[in-house]
């Protein structure tokens, strides 16, 4: 295709005021930090008989350090951010589109709701796309009878819903969320007809019925945890069957194929969670359908969009991008993350600044759903694409089936039919890895439980291949996010362990990055993996430190007459504005920007540190690797809290009692501070001191409110309130006779 003669399928913009703004934002921030840390190291060379002790201030020393490095580390996102454009009506015809699997996971149809998952499926089926070249594939980690017997209906369904949604041009493809929208929430396929109503009236009762099916399924039938760890493998493909009568074998070319694969696991075998699972799909689909472009999705995010798929495409068919192009990611984007937003579920800094600044290097990591990816990507790099034909290699790297070494080597009439082969089987079993390169150096990598991250950076980009990202007006992709307090720690605690892993293997961005990649994408890559660390202990220190240091009557920060007050001033109000800044300019408000600082401490106090902890553990044969699944069923009573903006303390007291803990050690340290410069008139001495317990303890107003205020269920129960207290007055002591 020449490129020159044909108007552009994509659009790359780079804002280069925002870039200007950065790049001095850097610079004179940076200049700022500078002084600071002269200021603190100072303190070792000077002779001055200071009654400061040493300990406390080489503990904020290193605070400072560590946060500044990772701000250093954070400024590569900035450097170069662009945003995407697609035109998907300049992509070629139908006929010439690539084929596409889509690759959805699901492990436990307790935590993880049938009717969920198959909406998921259902919208995957439905993406406008030629059918015959959209073969959808559920991976079921949980082996359980209610989801395959969910699949079978939901391929029932589908063959009402997807000409519907293509009659009338739908544009959000999960039936659960189009039937449940508020009738005002859009024009979407409200075309006013008789024809239209009467026909929506009709699937609509049929999706009733659907979903009054599974339900039946779920609760009567086998959710199978006895199965979820020791099952056999099995693969089927979804189609019709004799009660489907009325069935046109027209109408089955209308439909894409459906398989359902839950791949073989034993006790006796590590399965690697998610990795594994889509390992397995990537070997069966070879054979079945072998599409030379994969969609990853999680069970709980549907498609809200039909169009995705060509969007990508705008893409990986263009000839300048497309050799080293290995995926394009779409944003995650919740359906039901409330206005206030106070667990910060959106990831507005993730996926409105950092993943653009990702793009405008060498492209954005893997987000673990959401992304169009090149199969072939997965299999190794794009350069030697030619060499690694010869067989015998293949067969050590790839395992010893023909079928899926004939799959690699072109021209492979991958085939349904092959579903009920034995070797199709084998390929799906827990001992077909052994001894080859799978997670190693194929397929989706193991070393990390944060398996999407990890893949995106040393199976992917460290190997030379690139990536886009791409962030359309309308969310391509709608999840379910956590919404409760629990949840979230849980999750951040896995996703700090999983980057850890990786922080402190062979593998550290900073080490094993920046021979492959450029040094930019390294840093990047670095924040990623290190961020739980540096968040951790200097929040610890920030917390803790100055302000035991204030109860001791000990000052630790410059005077406020000292020009070095300025200095701290200053980089305090700049990165709290920058922040500000951001939020404001990516549409969020100032609501947001609170939610944001308030969750950043809670996790850097809780889940940063028990990840780092696990991580460490890990790494130390300590601990085996887990991933706890999310809970994707929602108490109502939680909800409700989550929509009021109200915080929701039922979680464990691992999580509660550090965080209580803190802010009765702010409150009292701000209580004394207040004394001290009433009574001693030391405000000139302490004034940072006592503003920062006074900072942590107005940003943490929820913790206090759950303590002595609130009285329903979800405030934090005496017991922690009381344990928090005691805990804060042995740190005190403790503390005192230590670090004094
Ligand atoms: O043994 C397992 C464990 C999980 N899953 C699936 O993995 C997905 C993600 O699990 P979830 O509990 O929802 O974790 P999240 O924290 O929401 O997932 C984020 O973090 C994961 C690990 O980094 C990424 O894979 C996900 O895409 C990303 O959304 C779900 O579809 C699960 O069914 C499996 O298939 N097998
Ligand atoms: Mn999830």
Redesign the pocket.
């Known amino acids: 295709m020449d490129q020159s003669s044909n108007p552009p399928m994509h659009l790359c913009h780079v804002n280069r005021l925002t870039i200007f703004v950065n790049r001095t934002y850097t610079l004179i921030h940076s200049i700022a930090l500078s002084f600071l840390l002269y200021y603190r190291a100072s303190f070792f060379f000077s002779f001055h008989d200071t009654k400061t002790p040493i300990l406390p201030w080489l503990l904020v020393f290193a605070a400072e350090l560590l946060l500044s490095f990772e701000w250093l580390l954070t400024q590569a996102f900035r450097w170069r951010p662009v945003s995407r454009t697609v035109f998907p009506e300049r992509l070629p015809e139908d006929d010439k589109l690539p084929a596409v699997d889509v690759f959805i ?3 436990d149809p307790e935590k ?1 709701p049938p009717v969920l998952v198959m909406n998921t499926v259902i919208s995957a089926m439905a993406l406008d796309y030629p059918p015959e070249k959209l073969h959808v594939y559920l ?1 079921d ?1 949980g082996g359980a009878d209610v989801t395959l017997n969910g699949m079978r209906e939901a391929w029932r369904f589908a063959k009402w819903w997807i000409p519907f949604c293509k009659r009338y041009k739908i544009k959000c493809r999960s039936p659960k969320a189009y039937f449940s929208a508020a009738k005002d929430e859009g024009e979407d396929g409200n075309y006013g007809g008789s024809d239209f109503i009467q026909e929506r009236q009709t699937v609509k009762e049929k999706y009733e019925v659907f979903e009054e099916i599974i339900r039946e399924y779920t609760r009567h039938g086998d959710t199978g945890s006895s199965k979820r760890r020791d099952h056999s493998a099995l693969i089927e493909v979804i189609q019709k069957n004799s009660s489907d009568d009325a069935f046109e074998v027209t109408e089955a070319k209308n439909m894409p194929l459906l398989v359902y694969v839950s791949r073989e696991k034993r006790p006796s075998h590590a399965h690697h ?2 990795a594994g ?1 889509l390992n397995a799909l990537l070997r069966v689909s070879s054979v079945i359908s072998n599409s030379p472009f994969i969609l990853g999705l ?3 995010m549907y498609c809200n969009d039909p169009s995705s798929a060509r969007q990508a495409m705008c893409f990986h068919l263009d000839p300048k991008l497309s050799p080293s192009l290995a995926f394009v990611q779409f944003p ?1 984007k919740f359906h039901n993350t409330s206005k206030n937003d106070i667990y910060d579920r959106q990831l507005r800094s993730i996926f409105s600044v950092l993943w653009q600044g990702f793009d405008g290097l060498q492209g954005p990591g893997m ?3 959401g992304y169009y990816i090149k199969r072939l990507s997965l299999y190794g790099s794009p350069l030697n694409k030619e060499d690694h034909k010869d067989p015998i290699e293949l067969r050590q790297s790839f395992g010893l089936s023909n079928e899926f070494i004939k799959s690699l080597l072109g021209n492979y009439k991958a085939n349904a039919k092959m579903a009920q082969i034995a070797e199709t089987q084998q390929l799906a079993s827990c001992t077909y890895e052994d001894g080859t390169k799978w997670g190693e150096e194929a397929g989706f990598l193991y070393a990390s439980v ?4 990890f893949t995106g950076f040393a199976g992917l980009h460290c190997k030379g291949w690139d990536s886009v990202y791409c962030d359309p007006p309308r969310p391509q992709f709608l999840g379910s996010c956590t919404t409760n307090l629990n949840d979230l720690l849980v ?1 951040a605690t ?2 700090s362990s ?1 980057g850890l892993d990786v922080a402190i293997s062979k593998y550290c961005p900073l080490i094993y990055g920046p021979p492959k990649m450029s040094f930019l994408e390294s840093m990047c890559y670095a924040y990623l993996a290190i961020f739980p660390i540096c968040d951790f202990f200097s929040l610890w220190c920030f917390a803790t430190i100055p302000q035991l240091c204030l109860l001791n009557g000990i000052t630790l920060y410059p005077q406020v007459s000292n020009s070095y007050f300025l200095i701290f001033y200053f980089v305090f109000l700049s990165s709290v504005s920058r922040h500000l800044y951001e939020v404001l300019m990516t549409r969020a408000s100032l609501q947001e920007w609170i939610n944001e600082q308030r969750i950043w401490m809670m996790r850097a106090i809780t889940s940063c540190f028990y990840g780092s902890l696990d991580a460490f553990m890990k790494k130390i044969g300590m601990r085996e690797a887990s ?1 706890f ?2 809970n994707k069923v929602d108490d109502i009573e939680q909800l409700k809290r989550y929509n009021m903006g109200v915080f929701d303390f039922q979680t464990s007291t691992l999580f509660l009692a550090p965080m209580a803990s803190l802010v009765i050690l702010n409150m009292a340290s701000f209580c004394v501070g207040i004394v001290r410069v009433i009574f001693l008139g030391e405000l000139e001495k302490m004034f940072i001191q006592v503003f920062i317990s006074f900072y942590v303890v107005v940003m943490n107003y929820p913790i206090i409110e759950g303590m002595l205020i609130r009285k329903d269920s979800g405030r934090i129960p005496t017991s922690i309130t009381l344990l928090s207290a005691l805990s804060s007055i042995i740190f005190y002591i403790l503390g005192s006779i230590i670090f004094m």
């Open positions: 996971c699901t492990a993880e991976s980690d969670f998610k699972a999680d069970c709980d995650q987000c673990g759903t944060a398996e999407d991250f999750l896995r996703s999983g991933f699944l999310t």
